[in-house]
C-alpha cells in the first residue's frame, strides 16, 4: 500500500517453564515488527501438543481464555508475513503436523529457494501437502521412514534445503532451533530462570528472532545459535550439533530497517549500527542545511546519527500516524497519496523556511517520499535533501523480504540518482556507498548479504517464483 518493505515472521520458543503459552506470546508481542498477518503459539505438556492460531495482531489471536486451554511447558509461537504461500489461515505457523515420529510443530523465518523443486519431487512419489508455504518441505522430509527420529532426521534433511531458514521445532517433549549455513535471518539462544520449572527436565530456555523478545519473555541472552548449527533442548539438557559448515551470509536490510532497533544482531547494537550508518551519510554526502529530520519510525536514529556528525540539529519534523487501518482498500495512484496523507503531517514549526536534510532507511517504489517531500514543501521548508542509509536497492530478494520485482523498485527502474532526485523533485539526493554500509559492523563485510544492493546472490536462487508460486488454486 505504501513504499515500504515487506517484513517477514517472527519466532519464539521456550523449554521449561511453567507458562509457555504466556512467555512465547510476549516474546511474539515484541516481535510482532516482523510480521502482522498472523499469530499462532504450540504447546506441549510433555505428552499433548495443543495449539491456537488466527489470522491478525498477537493482540487480536488471543485473548485470556486461550491461556487457560493452553497448558504447557515447552511452547513455540509465530507471526507471519506471507513471504511464499497466500496470507490464509491454513497457512499460518506454527504448522503442526502428524509424522511416523509423532506431532511435530514448526515455525520458519525465512524462504527457501528450492522448496518448489523439492516439493514437485515428494509430490512425484505421493506426499500430499496441505499448506502452500515452502516451510513444509522440511516437514515431509523429516517424515521419511528412513529417519530414525527428528534429531538425526534433521541432520540429515537439512543440508537438503536452501536457502534463509531460522527453525524453531516442538516435539512433545524437546525444543529443537536451526539455521542455515549462511546465517540469513537472526536466532537467539536466551536462558530463563523462573520458579516452578521441572528440575527434572532441566533448566528453562528460550529461543527466539530477536533479543528484544528475550528482553520482554524475562529470558537472558546467552548466544546466537550459529549458522549451520542445530540445538536440540531437552531432558538431557542443551546439544549443540552441525549439519552444514557455516558460510555467514546475514542479512545487512535486517540492520538498516527490519531489526527492532533495541535488538542486538550478529553481533551489533542495532541502534548503533543505525547511528553510525547516518554518521557515515554525513560525511559521504555533506550538505549546508538548517535542520536534520527522520523518517519516523525507522529513519530516525539515522537522522540522529547524521546530526551528530555533521552538526546540524536534529528534530522531529514529521509525524506519523500509527492508527492507520491495515485492511485499507488497495488504492490507486490518488488514494495512496491521501495514505501517505493520513499517515504523515508535516511539522511546520520545524521546517517552515529552513533548508532541510531528510534521513530515511530505504527508497522502494519513490512515491511516498515524492509525496512526503510535497508535505515538507507545503510547511514551507525551502530546499530538500534526502540522505538514505543504504545503497540503492536495484534487486530482488529470494530470502525473505518481500520487495518489489526489479521494474517496480525507483533505483531499478531509474539508471542514476540524479534521475531519482529529479523524479522526486528534491535538491539533493544521497545514499550510503556499500563500502559505508559494511564499514559500521563489527564482523568482516564478507560475512554479509547484499544482494539486493549489488546483485551478488549467497545461494542461487534454484526456483525463481513469486510468493504463490506453489497455491494449487
Ligand atoms: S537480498 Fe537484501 S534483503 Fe535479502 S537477505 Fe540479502 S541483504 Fe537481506
Known amino acids: 500500500m505504501d513504499d515500504s518493505v515487506g ?6 520458543g521456550v523449554y521449561n517453564v511453567p507458562d509457555a503459552a504466556a512467555r512465547c506470546y510476549l516474546g511474539l508481542f515484541a516481535l510482532q515488527h516482523r510480521g502482522q498477518e498472523s499469530a499462532g503459539i504450540a504447546v506441549s505438556d510433555g505428552k499433548n501438543l495443543n495449539v491456537k492460531k488466527s489470522m491478525g495482531l498477537v493482540t487480536e489471536v488471543f485473548r485470556p481464555k486461550d491461556f487457560e ?7 513455540v509461537g509465530h507471526v507471519r508475513y506471507s513471504t511464499t504461500g497466500s496470507s490464509r ?8 503436523i502428524d509424522t511416523a515420529h509423532g506431532l511435530i510443530a514448526v515455525a520458519h523465518n525465512g524462504n527457501l529457494v528450492n522448496a518448489k523443486t523439492l516439493r514437485d519431487e515428494f509430490e512425484a512419489h505421493g506426499s500430499i501437502f496441505q499448506t502452500s508455504t515452502d516451510s513444509e518441505v522440511i516437514v515431509h522430509l523429516l517424515a521419511r521412514p528412513e529417519h530414525a527420529g527428528y534429531e538425526r532426521g534433521l541432520l540429515q534433511s537439512l543440508p537438503r534445503i536452501l536457502g534463509a531458514y531460522s527453525f524453531i521445532f516442538m516435539t512433545h517433549d524437546k525444543l529443537i ?10 536466532l537467539v539462544l536466551g536462558r530463563i530462570a523462573v520458579p516452578g520449572h521441572l528440575k527434572s527436565i532441566g533448566e528453562g530456555w528460550m529461543v527466539a528472532s530477536e533479543t528484544c523478545a528475550l528482553d520482554q519473555a524475562g529470558a537472558v541472552f546467552e548466544r546466537e545459535i550459529e ?3 542445530l540445538l536440540i533442548i531437552d531432558a538431557e539438557g542443551v546439544r549443540s550439533k552441525r549439519f552444514a559448515e557455516p558460510k555467514p551470509a546475514h542479512c545487512m536490510f535486517e540492520h538498516v530497517y527490519f531489526a527492532r532497533p533495541d535488538s542486538m544482531i550478529f553481533g551489533d547494537y542495532v541502534h548503533q549500527i ?6 557515515k551519510l554525513a560525511q559521504e554526502h555533506p550538505v549546508k542545511a538548517d535542520v536534520v529530520i527522520g523518517v519516523p519510525d525507522s529513519g530516525n536514529v539515522a537522522a540522529q546519527g547524521f546530526a551528530r556528525a555533521s552538526g546540524i540539529p536534529f528534530d522531529f519534523g514529521f509525524i506519523r500516524s500509527h492508527y492507520v487501518g491495515r485492511s485499507f482498500i488497495k488504492p490507486d495512484q490518488l488514494e495512496r497519496e491521501k495514505v501517505v496523507d493520513m499517515k504523515f503531517n508535516a511539522v511546520r514549526s520545524v521546517v ?8 530515511d532507511d530505504s527508497l522502494v517504489r519513490g512515491t511516498t517520499f515524492r509525496r512526503q ?3 515538507l514543501r507545503q510547511a514551507g521548508a525551502t530546499e530538500i535533501h534526502l540522505r538514505i542509509s543504504c545503497p540503492p536497492t536495484k534487486h530482488a530478494c529470494y530470502y525473505g523480504i518481500d520487495f518489489l520485482s526489479r521494474g517496480e523498485l525507483i533505483a531499478g527502474k531509474l539508471k542514476s540518482v540524479e534521475a531519482i532526485r529529479e523524479y522526486l523533485n528534491i535538491e539533493s539526493l544521497g545514499y550510503v556507498s556499500e563500502e559505508g554500509l559494511l564499514s559500521v559492523v563489527s564482523r568482516p563485510g564478507s560475512h554479509y548479504c547484499t544482494a539486493c544492493w549489488n546483485g551478488k546472490y549467497p545461494v542461487h536462487p534454484v526456483d525463481v517464483m513469486d510468493k504463490l508460486g506453489m497455491e494449487k488454486c
Do not use: M
Open 7 to 12: 517484513h517477514h515472521c517472527g519466532l519464539a
Open 69 to 75: 486451554e493452553l497448558h504447557g511447558h515447552i511452547g
Open 89 to 96: 489461515l491454513v497457512n499460518v505457523q506454527p504448522l503442526v
Open 177 to 186: 532451533a536451526a539455521r542455515d549455513p549462511q546465517g540469513f535471518r537472526p
Open 227 to 229: 549458522p549451520g548449527e
Open 274 to 279: 543505525r547511528l553510525k550508518l547516518g554518521e
Open 352 to 359: 517552515d523556511g529552513k533548508r532541510v536534510v531528510v534521513v
Open 373 to 375: 517531500a510535497k508535505l
